[in-house]
Every structure is written in C-alpha cells, then in structure tokens.
C-alpha cells in the first residue's frame, strides 16, 4: 500500500514504526536533473579527491590507520587522504589534538571515507556548496513539514551528502546515527536527527537497498554489531524519486548490492537544533551563493542558528 502524500499520516508512521517511505516525491524532470549532478560532481572528485598536501606527519598515523582498516573498508590510497585530511583539519585548528583515542572521539569531528568498499562505492560530502541546485530537496513542501513535525520548527540541517553503494558490495553494518552510537545507554526516547533519502535509481532487494527493523526506535539501545539479516527486518524497496525516512534511534543499514550497476541517493539529513550538526555549512559556503537561497533554507544551513560570537 502507497504511503499517502499527507504529512500527519508520514509523522505517525515515523513515530510508530520509526520509518516511511513516500513514493515518487520527485517530478522526474527533477529526478533526472538530480541523476546528472550527482553523477557529474562524483566524477569529478574521483578525478580529484580532496588530498591536503604539504602536512606534517600524523604522530597518531597508526592508530589513524588501524582504525580506518577496522571500521571502514577502505584501500591504502584513501588511508592516505584520510591521514592527510585529520593532519590538515588540525592545522586549520591551531595543530590541537584530540584528548581521546580516535575510536573514542565524536564522528562529527572526523572525517569519513568518500571512496569505500575497496573504492567500489562513493560519497559526497557538503553536497549543497557544490551543487546548489539541488536546493530544493532540503525545503521541499511535502517532507520538510513532516520533519518539522517531528523535531520541531526550529530544526536545521544535519548533512547533506550523495551516495553511490557499488555493484558486488556487501551491505553495512547495523547501526544508529550518530551520535547516538556514542551515547551510554539506555539512549534517549525521542530523536535528535531524522534522515530522508532522495531515492535516485530504484530501491530493490538485490541492489543495496536499505534495511530497517521496525519498532526498533522504541527499544533505547543500539544494534548488535554486524551485518547478518535480523528477524523482523524490511527492505525499503520504491521507485526511484521516492523518498525514504526513518528516525536516528531505529535501527538501519545498506543492503548487499548483488548486481552490475550502482545504487545512488542523496541524503538529506536534520537535526535538534541545539544538536551540533554533522556538517559545517556556514564556515564553506560562499556569500554569493548563500545570498540565492531562502531565509528557511539559510537559517536550516547554520545560518543564526549558532552561538553569537560575543565581545
């Protein structure tokens, strides 16, 4: 059964069964549109990945490295680039280190992999600044309610990323987002984030296509780690241009994809807004292109929407 495009019927479905997919959300001019700057911006940082140069060497490289082996199934070359980035962030931040080990520290202080599953699949990061067409997406007139419905009118946007899971890939672990995989248990009873997945190929069974577990919201605790199908669990299946959401607290990860072809989304990510969000949109975007968007969509960017820088 269709779920319908009413946004008290997709706040429900999210509060009780802590996921909904809505189909066919895009106009498929929008989707194909969407299809062609993705493909376009992941070709080029292939060509160009983000490699810092000219950094000291990692006193931590090691620990660096052999968590990135454990956590990520990442090639030697993106190890590399994962060094130099941590090396160059802290650079830009007065050569301060962390105080913990790098397991230890809040994912929204590392860098994640952008080429993964032994460069089989790929991510973009801060989507927004390099493709501000897609603007749309973050205030579209169906969704963004529902969210708001969900975590209040103030809430802002956590990421905003692309992602293309490889043919022949395994699938991810369970997991909830962070930060709540790093909070002591039980973990709270509402969520601080809710994602959107702008589906842009179709969702099937065989292709990578995102696994929930129903009701798992409600259980304030996070999956066993692994990736073995569990009772109970769902394949968000739908057409591409459909959108799927579910809360931070229910449990999820990507399927296997067993076929020859990529399984691409975007995704759309927000937050409480006094949760820090997983992306810095106001320190990287441009005045000029800022200036083109709503007041919403600035405000959802990080936009006064942080501490007032006091004198």
Known sequence: MKT???????????????????????????????????????EHEREHPYYPKDVDPAPDEEEIRAYYRKAYTVDDEELDRLVARIQDYRRQNAGTHWLQPINKVSKNFLFLPTIFDHGKSQRVWNLINKAPELAPLIENSLILPAVRNVLGAD??????????????????????????????????????????????????????????????HKLRKSPPWGSDPLDGEVVLTAPAG???????????????????????????????????????????????VAAGFSNDLRYLLGFSAGAPRTR
């Not at 802590?18 to 989707?31: C, D, F, K, T």
Request: include cysteine.
């Open 155 to 216: 809430c802002n946007l956590h990421d905003f990323q692309s992602t293309s899971i490889g043919p022949q890939t395994g699938g991810g672990a369970w997991h909830v987002d962070a930060p709540l995989g790093q909070i002591a248990e039980p973990l709270p009873e509402f969520p601080l984030t809710l994602q959107n997945v702008w589906l842009l190929d179709d969702f099937t069974e065989h292709n990578g296509a995102t696994r929930v577990m129903p009701y798992s």
């Open 242 to 288: 459909s959108v799927a959401m579910w809360l931070s607290n229910t449990w999820h990860r990507s399927g296997p994809n067993n076929t020859d072809k990529p399984r691409r989304a975007i995704l759309c990510n927000y937050n409480l807004s006094w949760l820090r969000p997983f992306s810095d949109f106001v320190s990287t975007m441009p005045p000029e």
């Open 4 to 42: 319908p495009h009413d946004i008290e019927f997709i706040s429900h479905e999210l509060a009780e069964k802590g996921y909904v997919v809505v189909e066919n959300v895009m106009p498929p001019a929008m989707l194909e549109q969407a299809r062609a700057t993705v493909e376009r911006v992941m």
